[in-house]
């Protein structure tokens, strides 16, 4: 990376495809292209968000990130290492320093066990082995997300939707991680309860000097808690740069969109709608040239049969377009009143 730092993560053309069984002898009739050809970096302590639409192939990613599912091709970095070369042993070594914390907190939390159970067993998998260091370690937890230590003995269902979020954190703190994937971690709250548990997250991140990968549909969540955003469309980033000049000079046409249809609760802020023609295509039969051709406003011959490639278009912004510096955008944002 150009800041000479080494990025805690990252990933260089990745990709990840999905076979489609069928017919008796359940052949390979066809192939899901969740990730195609992703390549990214993420710094120490930065926050980078992740957004598309359900299906782009965000959560795929964080997933092959944490080697959860395996890459079709492509490779994993961690602070520099090569994981996919990992043997077990040292990839259960390296889980403890990346986690994840899933959309829905009530199906992720075992309804059987009790608080002290769900927050330990990462530290009885990594070799805490008395009950009585776990249970020290699950009270500090609980009282650093918000939680009091007599919850340690209660079971899931007797906490409200922001609480069993916060055992989640709680959770995936207890290994001291460098890296925490928030996979739509917020989503399924209410918008209250939203604001605390991103608030959390960003006190913990101060703390901890956490590292976030931070995926969501929601661009106004993406917006309060990200350093810099990633836009994926159709298993590819097409565009990537800080928030600041992503919410307001988007250089791609479907991020442009994207923030268009989003209700903005400024009063002052000026939208130019770009409404998106037509329905996400199938990743099992992406389109040629630019994925995004069929519902892209702006889309020529050129676009489709040759695949744009993600470019610097100023420094730190990467666009995937071959118009994208030639044409006027139609998303205007921030303007006074
Ligand atoms: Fe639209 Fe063409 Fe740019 Fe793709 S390359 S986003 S189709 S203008």
């Given at each position: 990376m150009e800041s000479g730092i080494t990025p805690l993560v990252e990933v260089?053309?990745?990709?990840?495809?999905?076979?489609?069984?069928?017919?008796?002898?359940?052949?390979?009739?066809?192939?899901?292209?969740a990730v195609d050809g992703v390549s990214l970096a993420i710094q120490p302590g930065e926050t980078l968000g992740l957004v598309g639409e359900s299906g782009c192939g965000k959560s795929t990613l964080g997933r092959l990130i944490l080697?959860?599912?395996?890459?079709?091709?492509?490779?994993?970095?961690?602070?520099?290492?090569?994981?996919l070369a990992y043997d077990p042993e040292r990839l259960r070594k390296m889980r403890g320093e990346m986690q994840i914390i899933f959309q829905d907190p009530f199906s992720s939390l075992n309804p059987r066990k009790s608080v002290a159970h769900i927050v330990g067993e990462p530290l009885l998998v990594h070799g805490v082995k008395t009950?009585?260091?776990?249970?020290?370690?699950?009270?500090?937890?609980?009282?650093?997300?918000?939680?009091?230590?007599?919850?340690?003995?209660?079971?899931?269902?007797?906490?409200?939707?922001?609480?069993?979020?916060?055992?989640g954190v709680a959770r995936a703190?207890?290994?001291?991680?460098?890296?925490?994937?928030?996979?739509?971690?917020?989503s399924a709250l209410d918008v209250s309860i939203?604001?605390?548990?991103?608030?959390l997250l960003q006190d913990l991140q101060s703390e901890f000097g956490l590292t976030y990968l931070f995926i969501s549909h929601d661009l106004s969540v993406v917006e309060h808690?990200?350093?810099?955003?990633?836009?994926?469309?159709?298993?590819?980033?097409?565009?990537?740069?800080?928030?600041?000049?992503?919410?307001?000079?988007?250089?791609?046409p479907y991020t442009q969109a994207l923030l268009g249809a989003a209700p903005v609760p400024d009063p002052h802020r000026v939208i130019t709608h770009t409404i998106l023609k037509g329905d996400v295509p199938s990743p099992i039969n992406?389109?040629?040239?630019?994925?995004?051709?069929?519902?892209?406003?702006?889309?020529?011959?050129?676009?489709?049969?040759?695949?744009?490639?993600?470019?610097e278009l100023a420094s730190g912004h990467t666009a995937a377009c071959h118009f994208a510096s030639q044409r006027p955008s139609l998303y205007k944002p921030a303007v006074a009143g």
């Open positions: 260089r053309d990745l990709v990840k495809h999905f076979p489609v069984t069928g017919g008796v002898l359940l052949r390979e009739i066809a192939r899901v292209h080697r959860l599912d395996e890459p079709t091709s492509g490779q994993v970095f961690f602070e520099g290492e090569d994981i009950r009585a260091e776990r249970e020290e370690r699950v009270e500090e937890l609980l009282e650093v997300v918000g939680l009091r230590r007599e919850h340690m003995r209660r079971y899931p269902h007797q906490f409200s939707g922001g609480q069993r979020q916060r055992i703190l207890a290994l001291n991680p460098k890296l925490i994937i928030c996979d739509e971690a917020v939203q604001a605390q548990v991103i608030n808690i990200s350093d810099r955003v990633a836009v994926m469309y159709l298993g590819k980033i097409v565009e990537l740069c800080d928030k600041k000049t992503l919410y307001n000079n988007p250089l791609h992406p389109p040629s040239g630019c994925r995004f051709h069929t519902r892209c406003p702006y889309a020529e011959q050129l676009c489709r049969e040759h695949e744009p490639e993600l470019r």
